[in-house]
């Protein structure tokens, strides 16, 4: 889609607007005839998404079908993936979940061709203004869907993120044309500043602030980085986003740009996102080709030009000065600050360093101004957060919802409960750094002071939530494998105490810990924090901290009981089966790989416990009718 | 060197050539590769060798040996094409310019191409580099002067600095690379046969009648003497009898050691004072232990002309005495008393009688060193020379054409030789391959050759090969290398039994006297 | 302009852009530190200098972090003390820091910081990596598990003598010092410049020859200038009964050289006490060399250079000084020369 002619050159905001008028998203510009937008993003793919695209153009083309295809991004509802909407002149777009390849003919000949939707695959239509479908709930009133906002997210499953055009037509490059024509670089700050984003990212610094510091930096050349190093384990927020509306983000960068003054920047982006890298690379030469980057944008003076830096996926390249230094060509390690990036960053030049989801929300701030985007959140957090809500919840994914939400909303009303109706233990926030808050804390508002004050974080967005058969003990050790491994190994109390911190866990779980043990944590965590270089090891204690602090008799049971009361650790629990309840019917004999189980054909089976490994494969095995098998 | 080693961190661009920096002055190189890397400076390399500093060069030239006043002046003619020059220096601090002007007009970036080999547009590129830098320094050392056109290299690039404006300020000038500890302090010291110490000319009578009032001697010889090279000369023909040779080893550090063998041969008297017994040692008729610098008292002075204390930390090994030590009781000996208790009292001589050192005793240089000129007790030293106006008033520019080396490759003898040092050696060897670390790393002579000329004279890596000249043959072992330029082949002179001075020629510059030892032609064949 | 800031509840007034470090020290307060060296920019790996800075949720390392004004500081809180201390017994239960095997005993950083810190007893259990020595080469003796990860080498190889051969490999307790590939010094592009040995707080980085030849508490320094190259460093011949045993230098010996040195000026040491050197003067006689006492081999001398002249004028004599000699030793020569021969054919290879 790149314009090869300079006749096709944006010089001015008309210029913007005549390519608005003469493109139309798919849904109205379709509206006169069939076609169906395909979801592309990773999850998609993943979920078989590109042979489904394969079927629909197969099966079209033989049928002889004029209806268009277009690939588009993810709205979020990932565990229904692949989802595929399919429209008919005159009525609203009707989406199918999980359409897989197998299923593509059905659709094609019953809805495409026989116009009838097919009911039993079909997930809700859309709320445009088109004659509802009686047979089918409405997309905004799917309780997935009914309490997010979407800001970031908005054009994500509704445009191609390889075509810029749909992303003018969604007033894409407006906000950037009406800076740089009518606004000054600190206009553009106030309004930021005024609508209280704050850094999404994780610590929540307020980005005008931030962008403040660097335009008052004296120094010159100034750079902006955007950050796409998304590196918490089961996060996708900035994947989806560039993945789904890349142009968004380029739009939030060169905002940004303008407003601190800076002509380079740089998008940090992992090399394990090849189809976001991809599309962001798209995206760059489309808006270049159409000079809205590049010298001289619209007209104005502005220079601005983006180059894509890939990472190599060390967790710690998310903190601004490792990412920096990996920028510079060096090892992702942290530094000091003070000096901070907006006083001293990449290559020693004031920096400004924003996240994906951070700078994808200013087009929207400058377009629409900062009360409106008041409006969503709390006061102190405004606008909309994203999260990717992963575990043992039924509907995981991704969603996008106003700021001050209580994670009861999110795990319950959004994620719709606990997976197989299990009882709720905990919910986990920030990615593997943030804490560990129990259910009397569900009530609480998703904001950056409360989930700190809770013990918690923010983090970039991520949401896991445990379940009644999860050991927390075992949780905050598992969290510590992944952030000791993670450490980038510069100081000790990171590298070591963290290492530390996880044989203490480690033995506790196995049983060998100590009546000390209790108050060793407590004091190696604390420090950690205190004196750790980088946020990571400031933050990595967070788990075993809000254990110590919400789920302390869990801890002790390990302790003092040698129990662990979720029947997880496996030195602390034991296998028995009993006789009373034993029909002899010999599957948990055929289960267990060691031969631990005693017992013929109609003689009661029994555990010998000096074979047993405690795989729990004899409990998983015994019929639930029967429920011979218990642990203890 | 005009400026200081820790000005080279300041300078904007940095001009490299005849010096294998990192090699040969590793410390020193270190500030020229932090001026590139930490602040920005430009890096302009010129040498045939890809050497390690050439990682970090903005700008690589790499001209055929013995073309300098070529390329120097092809810079020069860019930078005046360009109005990179800097007209007011050149007005108000210089003179000679127009000849200069008129000589490289020549020198076009094609013809420069045509001698030197380097591409005019890399010859353009480089003099925009050093032409726009604020400040540039000069950094050479034997890579140029050793040469049949030694003093007209040097001066081509006196002429570059001046033209830019580079002498007389900070964080530039015209550096020459002292190779060995001392050379600075010998030549200051009068070593050296038309100047008694601080480069008073033996030829001025006012200097003579000084010299001899400070030494109480009824006068002075009034001629020049002879050059180390005219010496053996001398000995060959009979005029000279007689040689005392103090640390050092011309035997190996030579060019035409046969022809030198011979000269040395012919003496009525050799007495050689050094450390160890060495290839010189060998063929004396007298040889006197010396002590090495760790076991006397006494100064240096440093390629930046900075005086330095020399520390006794042990006792001489068995009867072994300082050097000073011998000569002051040789000349007893002969009738001049030299009753010197320390070399803190020579120094308060040396002070008295000239007038750099006049400000320099022990007391002062006892925790850093002083760099002369240094005049008088209370001056601080000299920083950079030529503040403000030259010591001859005007800066004076020569103008120099380009002349092709005496010997290039034929036929016969189809490959260049270029000679010098490697990292872990130094000089004749008789320190480092003594040292078990140096040793540990590079125990032989090793050639260097380019991949095509290996294969053109079918030669394999780590083969023994001999290389023959007109002068003599020897024998080294091949190493194939992306740090030879093709047609070019590197020798080091550490090791006796590959002593490559018997390939290399005796010609001479003619106002220095310098052997152009960096360029031959030899042929190479697998031994 | 001044900044002005309070530090133990000391108020301070020092340049801009200085360090807390910097600024407590001109003021007298003293905060230990580990990977700081003024010789390296600062990196504020160790945590050993931190310092609670009020208004800021973490401790800081001082040696990093400038100077503000209004700053609140200080440097041995309980906080700041508890931090440090666990940084410490982290670091000694990490490798194998056994005092009394190690050739930096009495000159360790590690060892100072624990006896400071009054540490007595392990607060965990040692988990000595295991690797084994690099002993690839005769100059640098590598312990890796001596390393404390202070990344003083690092720093040392990139940032002072820009040679770009060592830095940090792996992560999290995985890390360690690396060559590209993980090779050994002697495979490595290593130049042996020593940079990095200088400049190891402990023991995992020693002079291989050094090794046994005399503790830091034996060795007496003596400053001289180094008889290599020009440059003139400034260095420090380390003598134990009578023998030079190791060369360093130090960042406050100043020009030219701020405590680096080349790998000849560190390594190449030991020809001062080989076996080869003379040991007294010879004359020939009949072909071959016998020693003989200094009368008679000056008388020999004086006697002949008399004798050519009075025969064949002065000159007929010359003299060859030395590059390698002392000033002092040059100036006698050329007066000798000149004065005593009566000749100016004096030279010295300046040109060679």
Not at chain 2, 57 to 85: C, F, Q, S, Y
Not at chain 3, 221 to 228: I, L, N
Request: glycine share 10%; aromatic share 6%; hydrophobic share 40%.
């Amino acid at each position: 889609m790149t314009p090869s002619s300079e006749a096709r050159q944006i010089q001015t905001p008309q210029d913007l607007l005549k390519v608005k008028e003469r493109t139309a998203l798919p849904a109205v510009a379709e509206s006169h005839r069939a076609h169906v937008l395909v979801g592309m993003n990773t999850c998609g793919i993943a979920s078989g998404a590109r042979e489904t695209m394969a079927a629909l153009e197969k099966e079209i083309s033989q049928r002889g079908l004029h209806t268009r295809i277009y690939q588009t991004g993810c709205v979020g509802a990932c565990f229904e993936e692949p989802l595929v909407d399919v429209a008919l002149p005159g009525q609203p777009r009707v989406t199918y979940r999980n359409l897989t390849a197998d299923k593509v003919a059905r659709v094609v000949e019953e809805h495409l061709v026989g116009g009838r939707v097919v009911a039993d695959l079909a997930l809700c239509q859309s709320p445009d203004g088109s004659a509802a479908l009686p047979v089918l709930t409405r997309y905004d009133e799917i309780p997935y869907n009914a309490k997010q906002q979407r800001i970031v997210l908005a054009n994500c499953g509704l445009i191609d993120p390889e075509n810029i055009d749909h992303y003018i037509a969604a007033d894409g490059y407006v906000a950037l044309a009406t800076a740089v024509t009518e606004m000054s670089p600190e206009e553009v700050i106030g309004v930021v500043v005024d609508s209280g984003l704050r850094g999404r990212g994780g610590a929540g610094f307020p980005t005008g602030i931030k962008w403040r510091f660097t335009r008052h930096a004296a120094r010159h050349p100034k750079y902006v980085i955007c950050n796409a190093d998304e590196g918490d384990p089961g996060a996708f927020m900035d994947r989806s986003v560039l993945e789904g509306d890349p142009h968004a983000v380029l739009e939030g960068l060169a905002l940004c740009g303008y407003a601190v003054g800076a002509e380079e920047s740089y998008i940090y982006v992992r090399a394990e996102y090849p189809v976001a890298v991809a599309r962001l690379e798209k995206a760059i030469d489309q808006a270049r080709g159409y000079g809205l980057l590049g010298r001289n944008i619209l007209g104005s003076g502005f220079n601005f030009e983006i180059k894509i830096k890939m990472g190599a996926g060390a967790f710690v390249c998310g903190e601004e000065t490792a990412l920096m230094a990996s920028i510079e060509g060096k090892r992702g390690m942290p530094r000091p600050r003070p000096p901070f990036p907006a006083g001293s960053g990449l290559w020693g030049q004031p920096t400004n360093i924003n996240n994906v989801e951070t700078l994808a929300n200013v087009p929207a701030i400058i377009r629409n101004g900062a009360p409106w985007y008041k409006s969503f959140g709390t006061k102190e957090s405004t606008g909309t957060k994203v999260f990717c809500i992963t575990g043992k919840v039924k509907n995981s994914g991704l969603i996008e919802v106003p700021m001050g939400i209580s994670l009861r909303e999110i795990i319950f009303d959004i994620g719709g409960g606990i997976l197989n109706d299990r009882a709720f233990k905990a919910v986990q926030t920030g990615g593997p750094s943030g804490g560990v808050l129990p259910e009397s804390l569900l009530g609480l508002p998703v904001d950056y002071q409360a989930l700190a004050q809770a013990g918690s974080i923010m983090g970039s967005g991520g949401v896991v939530i445990l379940d009644e058969t999860t050991c927390m003990v075992d949780v905050a050790r598992y969290f510590l494998t992944f952030t000791q491994t993670e450490s980038c190994g510069k100081c000790p109390p990171c590298r070591e105490g963290l290492q530390r911190l996880y044989a203490m866990l480690d033995r506790i779980c196995k049983g060998q810990g100590e009546a000390q043990d209790l108050d060793r944590l407590e004091v190696l965590s604390r420090t950690i924090t205190d004196s750790s270089l980088c946020g990571l090891g400031q933050t990595a204690p967070n788990p075993v901290l809000t254990v110590l602090r919400y789920f302390r008799d869990e801890i002790e049971a390990h302790v003092v009981d040698k129990r662990c009361p979720a029947g997880v650790c496996p030195e602390l629990v034991s296998y028995f089966i009993d006789p009373e309840r034993c029909t002899a019917c010999g599957l948990c004999k055929k289960a267990c790989p060691v031969d631990a189980i005693a017992g013929e054909k109609k003689v009661v089976h029994s555990v010998i416990q000096e074979k047993c490994i405690k795989c729990g494969a004899c409990f998983d095995a015994c019929p639930e009718k029967f429920s011979a098998v218990y642990r203890q | 060197m005009t400026n200081s080693i820790a000005e080279i961190e300041g300078a904007k661009a940095i001009l490299v050539t005849g010096s294998n920096t990192t090699e040969m002055h590793p410390v020193l190189s270190t500030y020229v590769k932090r001026a590139v890397r930490q602040r920005d400076a430009k890096l302009i390399l010129v040498d045939p060798r890809r050497i390690a500093l050439q990682r970090h060069a903005t700008k690589w030239l790499r001209p055929k040996p013995g073309t300098d006043v070529a390329w120097i002046n092809g810079l020069m003619h860019v930078i005046l094409e360009e109005g990179l020059h800097d007209e007011a220096y050149i007005r108000e601090r210089t003179e000679g310019f127009d000849t200069v002007r008129e000589v490289v007009k020549a020198y076009t970036p094609t013809a420069v191409e045509q001698i030197t080999g380097i591409p005019a547009h890399d010859l353009v590129a480089a003099a925009r580099l050093f032409g726009q830098a604020e400040r540039a320094a000069v950094l050479y050392a034997m890579g140029i002067t050793q040469h049949t056109t030694g003093t007209d290299n040097v001066k081509s690039l006196a002429n570059l600095t001046l033209l830019t404006g580079n002498v007389g300020v900070p964080n530039a000038g015209l550096n020459p690379l002292r190779g060995q500890n001392n050379v600075q302090g010998a030549c200051d010291m009068g070593a050296l046969p038309n100047v008694y110490s601080g480069y008073q000319q033996v030829a001025d009578p006012a200097a003579r009648e000084r010299m001899a009032q400070g030494w109480q001697l009824d006068g002075l010889p009034d001629t020049p003497g002879r050059t180390l090279t005219e010496i053996t000369e001398a000995a060959l023909a009979g005029e000279i009898r007689a040689l005392y040779i103090v640390g050092e080893n011309p035997m190996l550090s030579d060019p035409d050691l046969t022809h030198l063998e011979k000269a040395l041969r012919k003496l009525d008297l050799l007495v050689v004072q050094d450390i160890f017994h060495t290839e010189t040692a060998q063929v004396a008729h007298v040889v006197l232990p010396g002590a090495s610098f760790a076991e006397k008292d006494g100064t240096f002075t440093n390629t930046e002309r900075r005086v330095q204390r020399v520390r006794q930390a042990v006792a001489p090994p068995g009867d072994a005495r300082a050097d000073w030590e011998i000569i002051s009781e040789l000349s007893t000996r002969m009738g001049y008393e030299m009753a010197y208790e320390s070399p803190a009292q020579i120094m308060d001589e040396i002070a008295a009688v000239t007038p750099s050192y006049g400000g320099i005793s022990y007391a002062r240089i006892e925790r850093h060193g002083l760099q002369w000129p240094c005049p008088s007790p209370d001056h601080p030293g000299t920083t950079f020379l030529h503040k403000g106006q030259f010591a001859r008033g005007r800066g004076l520019f020569h103008a120099i054409e380009y002349q092709a080396p005496p010997e290039v490759p034929d036929k016969e003898y189809p490959l260049y030789l270029s000679t010098g040092r490697v990292l872990y050696h130094w000089h004749t060897g008789s320190m480092t391959r003594r040292s078990a670390g140096m040793v540990d790393r590079v125990s032989e002579c090793e050639m260097e050759i380019s991949a095509a000329d290996a294969a053109r004279f079918s030669i394999a890596d780590g083969a023994p090969v001999r290389v023959r000249s007109r002068r003599g043959e020897i024998q080294a072992k091949a190493k194939i290398t992306n740090r030879a330029v093709e047609g070019t082949i590197f020798i080091p002179f550490h090791f006796a039994e590959s002593a490559v001075n018997v390939l290399t020629h005796g010609q001479r510059d003619p106002v220095a006297k310098i052997p152009g030892i960096k360029v031959c032609a030899v042929h190479v064949e697998a031994a | 302009m001044k900044v002005k800031l309070t530090i133990d509840g000391k108020e301070i007034a020092t340049s801009h852009g200085n360090t807390i470090l910097m600024a407590a020290r001109r003021a007298g307060i003293e905060i230990p530190t580990l990977c700081y060296h003024p010789r390296l920019p600062a990196s504020g790996a160790c945590r050993v200098c931190v310092v609670e800075i009020e208004g800021r949720a973490a401790l800081g390392a001082s040696c990093a972090i400038p100077v503000a004004d209004d700053m609140v500081v200080q440097t041995r809180s309980p906080r700041v003390l508890e931090a440090r201390k666990l940084a410490i017994e982290l670091l000694l239960a990490s490798g194998d820091h056994n005092c009394l095997t190690c050739q930096a005993n009495g000159a360790c950083g590690l060892q100072e910081r624990a006896y400071e810190l009054g540490i007595e007893t392990l607060a965990f259990a040692v988990q000595s990596p295991g690797y084994p020595k690099d002993n690839s080469n005769k100059m640098i003796e590598r312990d890796l598990n001596k390393c404390i990860l202070c990344g003083r080498c690092v720093r040392a190889c990139n940032d002072v003598q820009v040679n770009e051969v060592l830095h940090i490999g792996h992560r999290g307790g995985k890390a360690k010092i690396v060559t590209a590939f993980d090779r050994s010094y002697g495979d490595s592009q290593c130049v042996f410049c020593g940079e990095c040995v200088a400049l190891c707080p402990t023991g995992a980085l020693t002079e291989a020859g050094a090794k046994f030849q005399g503790r830091p508490w034996d060795l007496k320094k003596v400053r001289t200038t180094c008889a290599y190259c020009g440059t003139g460093c400034q260095l420090d011949l380390n003598v134990h009964k009578g023998r030079v045993v190791k060369v360093t230098s130090d960042y406050h010996h100043g020009v030219p050289n701020f405590g680096s040195l080349c790998t000849k000026g560190r390594f190449a040491y030991d020809f001062i006490h080989h076996a080869d050197r003379l040991t007294t003067p010879l004359i020939r006689e009949k072909g071959a060399l016998r020693e003989v006492g200094w009368d008679e081999a000056l008388e020999r001398v004086a006697g002949q250079f008399s004798e050519i002249k009075a025969k064949h004028g002065p000159h007929a004599l010359a003299v060859l000084a030395s590059a390698r000699c002392t000033n002092e030793e040059n100036y006698l020569l050329q007066k000798f020369t000149r004065g005593v021969l009566g000749t100016n054919n004096i030279d010295h290879c300046a040109r060679l």
